[in-house]
Every structure is written in structure tokens, then in C-alpha cells.
């Protein structure tokens, strides 16, 4: 018995909802999924208000938060071709889409932390699990 059919058993085939659907799925890929405008306000939504907030470092002394200088990574990791509220932008739309952002480091400090940051599209990327003795020396 249904809750709205009261003559209608939920094993029945003529059922309002599968005649709509045709008992049929389609493939909804990421590209396809932009074409719905909630979809893409949502994640434009989310990268501009991210993109437009400032980025600060600060370092714990004795217990109070002290602010401390920019790492270069923090001022201006996309390089002059990149601003960084476009770079934050591009990398927490891709966040929020495919759920990683993909960045080919081109520069290093002489600390050998990353200066510069090539962001990748996600679609030239390939994930390889590699075990330990694969590594390089």
C-alpha cells in the first residue's frame, strides 16, 4: 500500500515517477554539471569570496599570534602573469569542482620552500601511486 496511492502496491511498474524517468541514468560529468546555473553560482560564489580575502602569516610566541612577513609563495605565487586573488580564485574553484587543485612548482627558495606555482588543469593530471622502491634516488 502507498501513502498516497492507497490502491497502488510499490512493486507496482505503473508508478507515477518511473514512467517520467524512463528506468534510465544518464552520465553527468563535471562539464555537464556547469551547465546548470547553481552549480556554477555555487562554486563562483565560493571562489570569489575566498579569492577576495587577505592572506596573513603568523608565527605562535608564547602563546600570543604574532604576524610575521609574507613567504614569496604568499605574495605572489602565479608569477606577474598570475594575480593572486585570480590564482587563489582558480585554485578554490578547482577545489570546490573536482576536489584538488594541481600546481607544477617551477621555482624554490633557498630554503626550498616553493616560490612559484604553475596551476595545471586537472584534466592533464594523472595520479600514480608509486611504492618505495620506485622512488628515484
Known amino acids: 500500500m502507498s501513502l498516497l496511492f492507497r490502491d497502488l502496491k510499490l512493486t507496482d511498474d505503473r508508478l507515477p515517477f518511473r514512467s517520467r524517468l524512463g528506468g534510465t541514468s544518464a552520465h553527468v560529468s563535471a562539464e555537464r554539471a556547469l ?7 555555487s562554486l563562483r560564489l565560493r571562489a570569489d569570496l575566498v579569492s577576495s580575502m587577505p592572506l596573513d602569516a603568523y608565527r605562535k610566541v ?5 604576524e610575521v612577513p609574507k613567504t614569496p609563495v604568499l605574495l605572489n605565487p602565479g608569477g606577474d602573469d598570475w594575480p593572486m586573488d585570480a590564482w ?3 585554485t578554490q574553484y578547482d577545489l570546490d569542482r573536482v576536489g584538488n ?4 612548482i ?4 633557498n630554503t626550498g620552500r616553493p ?3 604553475q ?3 586537472h584534466r592533464d ?3 600514480r601511486k608509486v611504492s618505495h622502491s620506485e622512488e628515484p634516488d
Open 35 to 41: 551547465t546548470h546555473s547553481a552549480i556554477w553560482a
Open 62 to 66: 608564547g602563546g600570543f599570534d604574532v
Open 88 to 90: 587563489l580564485w582558480a
Open 101 to 104: 587543485a594541481y600546481g607544477l
Open 106 to 109: 617551477l621555482e624554490k627558495d
Open 115 to 117: 616560490r612559484l606555482i
Open 119 to 121: 596551476l595545471l588543469d
Open 125 to 127: 593530471v594523472a595520479i
